[in-house]
Protein backbone atom coordinates (compact mmCIF):
# COMPACT_ATOMS: atom_id res chain seq x y z
CA UNK A 1 0.00 0.00 0.00
CA UNK A 2 0.81 3.64 -0.16
CA UNK A 3 3.03 5.03 2.55
CA UNK A 4 2.22 7.76 4.62
CA UNK A 5 4.92 9.49 7.00
CA UNK A 6 4.48 11.49 10.05
CA UNK A 7 6.69 13.75 11.85
CA UNK A 8 7.56 13.85 14.88
CA UNK A 9 6.88 10.30 15.99
CA UNK A 10 6.74 12.01 19.69
CA UNK A 11 6.95 15.84 21.13
CA UNK A 12 7.04 16.75 24.68
CA UNK A 13 6.25 20.59 25.09
CA UNK A 14 5.64 23.18 27.39
CA UNK A 15 2.52 24.47 27.95
CA UNK A 16 1.91 27.41 26.26
CA UNK A 17 4.40 26.68 23.06
CA UNK A 18 3.03 25.36 19.59
CA UNK A 19 3.93 22.55 18.08
CA UNK A 20 3.81 21.86 14.36
CA UNK A 21 2.96 18.08 12.96
CA UNK A 22 3.51 17.12 9.24
CA UNK A 23 1.98 14.30 7.53
CA UNK A 24 3.59 13.72 3.88
CA UNK A 25 2.06 11.13 1.38
CA UNK A 26 5.76 9.39 -0.13
CA UNK A 27 4.91 7.80 -2.90
CA UNK A 28 1.63 9.24 -4.08
CA UNK A 29 -0.15 12.77 -4.64
CA UNK A 30 -2.96 13.04 -1.97
CA UNK A 31 -5.67 15.51 -2.99
CA UNK A 32 -7.64 14.86 0.92
CA UNK A 33 -5.79 14.80 3.83
CA UNK A 34 -7.33 14.00 7.37
CA UNK A 35 -6.22 15.05 10.58
CA UNK A 36 -7.53 12.39 13.66
CA UNK A 37 -7.04 12.74 17.69
CA UNK A 38 -6.80 9.80 19.58
CA UNK A 39 -7.27 9.52 23.51
CA UNK A 40 -6.43 6.93 25.47
CA UNK A 41 -8.64 3.51 25.52
CA UNK A 42 -10.77 5.89 22.65
CA UNK A 43 -11.50 5.73 19.12
CA UNK A 44 -10.39 7.99 16.59
CA UNK A 45 -12.11 11.24 15.94
CA UNK A 46 -11.90 12.75 12.97
CA UNK A 47 -10.50 17.05 13.60
CA UNK A 48 -10.47 18.48 10.49
CA UNK A 49 -10.45 17.60 6.54
CA UNK A 50 -8.20 18.99 4.12
CA UNK A 51 -7.94 19.73 0.67
CA UNK A 52 -4.70 21.09 -1.54
CA UNK A 53 -5.15 24.62 -1.58
CA UNK A 54 -7.94 25.28 -0.04
CA UNK A 55 -9.43 25.97 3.60
CA UNK A 56 -9.60 23.28 6.08
CA UNK A 57 -12.92 21.76 6.60
CA UNK A 58 -13.29 21.39 10.91
CA UNK A 59 -15.49 18.90 12.31
CA UNK A 60 -17.69 20.25 14.97
CA UNK A 61 -16.11 21.43 18.38
CA UNK A 62 -12.74 21.69 17.14
CA UNK A 63 -11.17 25.28 17.27
CA UNK A 64 -9.68 25.98 14.31
CA UNK A 65 -7.55 28.81 15.70
CA UNK A 66 -6.14 26.49 18.04
CA UNK A 67 -5.46 23.72 15.70
CA UNK A 68 -3.90 24.92 12.44
CA UNK A 69 -3.81 23.07 9.05
CA UNK A 70 -2.27 23.66 6.30
CA UNK A 71 -2.09 21.83 2.90
CA UNK A 72 0.22 23.12 0.49
CA UNK A 73 1.21 21.05 -1.47
CA UNK A 74 -0.36 17.17 -2.90
CA UNK A 75 2.47 15.91 -0.47
CA UNK A 76 2.43 17.54 2.53
CA UNK A 77 -0.37 18.41 5.08
CA UNK A 78 0.64 20.33 8.50
CA UNK A 79 -0.96 20.41 11.69
CA UNK A 80 0.12 23.22 13.96
CA UNK A 81 -1.34 22.80 17.78
CA UNK A 82 -0.85 26.30 19.09
CA UNK A 83 -0.60 27.71 22.83
CA UNK A 84 -0.44 24.02 23.49
CA UNK A 85 -2.11 22.75 27.29
CA UNK A 86 -1.92 19.69 28.62
CA UNK A 87 -5.06 18.47 28.26
CA UNK A 88 -4.50 19.07 24.10
CA UNK A 89 -2.11 15.75 25.10
CA UNK A 90 -3.08 13.15 22.85
CA UNK A 91 -1.89 10.77 19.85
CA UNK A 92 -2.74 12.76 16.76
CA UNK A 93 -2.90 11.11 13.39
CA UNK A 94 -2.98 12.07 9.81
CA UNK A 95 -4.85 10.22 6.56
CA UNK A 96 -4.22 10.76 3.32
CA UNK A 97 -6.21 9.45 0.51
CA UNK A 98 -4.86 8.80 -2.99
CA UNK A 99 -6.19 10.70 -6.13
CA UNK A 100 -7.70 8.85 -8.25
CA UNK A 101 -10.34 9.47 -11.31
CA UNK A 102 -13.91 10.82 -10.63
CA UNK A 103 -16.05 7.84 -9.50
CA UNK A 104 -12.51 5.56 -8.23
CA UNK A 105 -13.08 4.52 -4.82
CA UNK A 106 -9.60 4.70 -3.57
CA UNK A 107 -8.92 4.00 0.02
CA UNK A 108 -7.30 6.04 2.42
CA UNK A 109 -3.85 5.49 4.32
CA UNK A 110 -2.79 6.54 7.45
CA UNK A 111 0.18 7.71 8.94
CA UNK A 112 1.91 6.35 12.24
CA UNK A 113 0.85 9.00 14.47
CA UNK A 114 2.35 11.60 16.49
CA UNK A 115 2.27 11.02 20.70
CA UNK A 116 2.06 14.49 21.98
CA UNK A 117 2.96 15.18 25.66
CA UNK A 118 2.19 19.05 26.77
CA UNK A 119 3.69 19.53 30.01
CA UNK B 1 -22.54 6.72 6.30
CA UNK B 2 -24.26 3.34 7.91
CA UNK B 3 -23.69 2.71 11.08
CA UNK B 4 -21.81 -0.79 12.30
CA UNK B 5 -21.91 -2.78 15.42
CA UNK B 6 -18.66 -5.29 16.57
CA UNK B 7 -18.50 -7.04 19.25
CA UNK B 8 -15.63 -5.00 22.26
CA UNK B 9 -13.27 -8.10 22.03
CA UNK B 10 -12.12 -11.43 20.30
CA UNK B 11 -9.82 -13.91 21.24
CA UNK B 12 -8.35 -16.74 18.82
CA UNK B 13 -6.04 -19.26 19.33
CA UNK B 14 -2.81 -18.73 17.09
CA UNK B 15 -2.94 -20.22 13.63
CA UNK B 16 -6.26 -20.54 13.75
CA UNK B 17 -8.70 -18.69 11.86
CA UNK B 18 -10.14 -15.60 13.04
CA UNK B 19 -13.73 -14.12 12.24
CA UNK B 20 -14.39 -10.75 12.93
CA UNK B 21 -17.93 -10.33 12.39
CA UNK B 22 -19.86 -6.38 11.41
CA UNK B 23 -23.32 -6.03 11.37
CA UNK B 24 -24.22 -2.90 9.02
CA UNK B 25 -27.68 -3.21 9.13
CA UNK B 26 -28.63 -0.10 7.45
CA UNK B 27 -26.33 0.20 4.55
CA UNK B 28 -26.87 1.88 1.32
CA UNK B 29 -26.83 0.06 -1.99
CA UNK B 30 -23.98 2.92 -2.92
CA UNK B 31 -22.07 1.56 0.25
CA UNK B 32 -19.02 0.11 0.55
CA UNK B 33 -17.24 -1.90 3.86
CA UNK B 34 -14.06 -1.29 4.93
CA UNK B 35 -11.79 -2.71 7.42
CA UNK B 36 -8.85 -0.77 8.94
CA UNK B 37 -7.17 -2.30 11.66
CA UNK B 38 -4.85 -0.29 14.57
CA UNK B 39 -2.15 -1.97 16.25
CA UNK B 40 -1.20 -0.17 19.56
CA UNK B 41 0.28 3.29 19.53
CA UNK B 42 0.08 3.04 15.84
CA UNK B 43 -1.90 4.53 12.81
CA UNK B 44 -4.55 2.26 11.60
CA UNK B 45 -3.68 0.18 8.85
CA UNK B 46 -6.33 -0.51 6.06
CA UNK B 47 -7.11 -4.11 5.33
CA UNK B 48 -9.94 -4.67 3.07
CA UNK B 49 -12.79 -3.66 1.14
CA UNK B 50 -15.52 -4.16 -0.89
CA UNK B 51 -18.83 -3.73 -2.07
CA UNK B 52 -21.24 -7.00 -2.74
CA UNK B 53 -18.20 -9.47 -3.68
CA UNK B 54 -16.42 -11.15 -1.38
CA UNK B 55 -13.05 -10.14 -1.71
CA UNK B 56 -9.42 -11.94 -0.89
CA UNK B 57 -6.11 -10.16 -0.77
CA UNK B 58 -3.01 -10.87 1.22
CA UNK B 59 -4.02 -10.23 4.43
CA UNK B 60 -7.73 -11.34 4.51
CA UNK B 61 -11.24 -12.30 2.86
CA UNK B 62 -14.26 -9.95 3.40
CA UNK B 63 -17.68 -12.21 3.07
CA UNK B 64 -20.45 -10.18 2.89
CA UNK B 65 -23.66 -11.26 3.16
CA UNK B 66 -26.03 -11.35 -0.15
CA UNK B 67 -28.31 -8.79 1.81
CA UNK B 68 -25.00 -6.71 2.67
CA UNK B 69 -26.46 -5.95 6.04
CA UNK B 70 -23.42 -8.07 7.44
CA UNK B 71 -19.35 -8.81 6.70
CA UNK B 72 -16.94 -11.30 8.11
CA UNK B 73 -13.68 -10.86 7.88
CA UNK B 74 -11.46 -13.29 8.14
CA UNK B 75 -7.83 -13.78 8.55
CA UNK B 76 -6.99 -17.54 7.90
CA UNK B 77 -4.30 -17.89 10.18
CA UNK B 78 -3.68 -15.79 12.89
CA UNK B 79 -0.24 -14.60 14.37
CA UNK B 80 0.16 -13.09 17.92
CA UNK B 81 1.13 -9.78 15.33
CA UNK B 82 -2.67 -9.87 14.65
CA UNK B 83 -3.45 -8.61 17.66
CA UNK B 84 -4.83 -5.30 17.02
CA UNK B 85 -8.50 -3.09 16.87
CA UNK B 86 -10.14 -3.86 13.91
CA UNK B 87 -12.59 -1.44 12.59
CA UNK B 88 -15.61 -2.00 10.15
CA UNK B 89 -16.68 1.26 8.59
CA UNK B 90 -19.27 1.58 6.03
CA UNK B 91 -19.11 4.64 3.71
CA UNK B 92 -20.20 6.06 0.04
CA UNK B 93 -18.03 5.91 -2.99
CA UNK B 94 -15.94 9.05 -3.33
CA UNK B 95 -18.42 11.17 -5.61
CA UNK B 96 -15.32 13.95 -6.15
CA UNK B 97 -16.33 16.32 -3.72
CA UNK B 98 -14.48 16.48 -0.53
CA UNK B 99 -17.16 15.15 1.57
CA UNK B 100 -15.03 11.48 1.94
CA UNK B 101 -14.61 10.33 5.49
CA UNK B 102 -13.86 7.52 7.73
CA UNK B 103 -15.90 7.82 10.89
CA UNK B 104 -14.28 5.44 13.54
CA UNK B 105 -16.32 2.75 15.93
CA UNK B 106 -14.60 1.46 18.94
CA UNK B 107 -13.99 -1.55 16.93
CA UNK B 108 -13.04 -4.92 17.86
CA UNK B 109 -10.07 -5.70 20.09
CA UNK B 110 -8.78 -8.88 18.80
CA UNK B 111 -6.04 -10.95 20.82
CA UNK B 112 -4.45 -13.38 19.53
CA UNK B 113 -3.03 -16.38 22.18
CA UNK B 114 -0.02 -18.51 22.42
Redesign the interface.
Known amino acids: ?AV?S?HPSWVICKSGTSVKIECRSLDFQAT?M?W?RQFPKQ????MA?S?EGSKA?YEQGVEKDKFLINHASLTLSTLTVTSAHPEDSS?Y???A?ER?A????????????T?LTVV | DAKTTQPTSMDCAEGRAANLPCNHSTISGNE?V?W?R?IH??????II?GLKNNETNEMASLIITEDRKSSTLILPHATLRDTAVY?CIVRV????G?N????????TLLTVNP
Open positions: GVQTFYSLMLTNTFICSRGMGQNTEAFFGQGR | YYYQSQGPQYHYAWSGSYKLTFGKG
